[in-house]
């Protein structure tokens, strides 16, 4: 995903929530990939989209310009939230901020290897979509999917000012969540 991207995220609401549903059923690729111009990228275990966006503030920061901005993506973010706990519940917060932290130590990961011992799998990369997530947003709305191993996750983000304001879907493993 390019914060440059010019493709085209789904212009409705259930266009956005179709395009949720066809990447719930998605197998992972093997390797990282970009799709849609840019919309989505995935990779092993995780699935990451770009469901609204605004335009860009390079030219204009000013709050008559932004505020507008952020509105529209938090209200299609309400909207959505809205559908998606009438499907599953209620979501839980997960907090980002911990993903970036430089020296990551194993405590402070999931238990991704599943051996209980805590480690998961030593010190070293953070599992995707958290990476690239916590790059972008603070903290998401996760509902974990019944019937599966997967979670989808709801963020806002934007990677600096001067980019667009992003309304993020991502989907992973919920062996990647803390807790």
Do not use: K
């Not at 990282?32 to 966006?53: F, Q, W, Y």
């Not at 860009?56 to 309400?78: L, T």
């Not at 998606?84 to 991704?112: H, K, M, N, Q």
């Amino acid at each position: 995903m390019n914060p440059d991207s010019d493709g085209t995220p789904p212009t409705s609401t259930e266009s956005r929530l179709a395009l949720i549903d066809e990447v719930l059923t998605l197998p992972y690729p093997v390797t990282e990939e970009s799709e849609d111009n840019g919309v989505r990228d995935s990779g092993p275990a995780h699935h990451l989209l770009i469901l609204l966006a605004s335009r860009d503030f390079w030219d204009d920061r000013s709050p008559e310009i932004v505020e507008p901005a952020e509105q529209e993506i938090e209200a299609e973010f309400s909207v959505l939230a809205t559908a998606l706990s009438e499907r599953w519940g209620e979501p839980e917060t997960v907090e980002l901020w911990p993903y970036l932290a430089e020296d990551l130590v194993a405590e402070d990961l999931p238990d991704r290897d599943g051996d209980g011992d805590g480690d998961g799998r030593g010190p070293g990369p953070v599992p995707e979509p958290m990476g690239r997530l916590c790059s972008l947003a603070g903290s998401m709305q996760v509902w974990r999917v019944p019937g599966g191993t997967r979670w989808l996750g709801l963020a806002v983000g934007q990677a600096d000012p001067e980019f667009p304001i992003w309304l993020l879907a991502a989907v992973g493993e919920v062996a990647t969540l803390p807790g």
